[in-house]
């Protein structure tokens, strides 16, 4: 029982940082965008957008995959 807990809030814990850093992420990348691009063009700005992006997701898939690595090839759903 102990461990479906700890597991249950390490999991909770990772979905709401994912929240956070999506949210974050779309925040930061559109304020930067709106207010200290002025020089750039179109193109420019989306490049900056995707690379936000990108170094977001990235973020996110080492949260994820530390998450995952810790269970194994069997799954949290088989212990």
Excluded: C, P
Excluded at 30 to 46: A, C, E, H, M
Excluded at 52 to 72: D, E, H, K, N, S
């Amino acid at each position: 029982m102990e461990k479906v807990n700890q597991m249950q809030r390490g999991l909770m814990a990772r979905v709401v940082l994912s929240i956070i850093t999506l949210a974050a992420f779309l925040a930061g990348s559109l304020i930067f965008v709106g207010f200290y691009t002025s020089g750039y063009d179109l193109f420019q700005k989306i490049v900056v957008l995707l690379v936000a992006m990108i170094i977001a997701f990235a973020a996110l898939a080492v949260l994820w995959v530390t998450w995952a690595g810790r269970r194994g090839m069997r799954g949290w759903w088989r212990d």
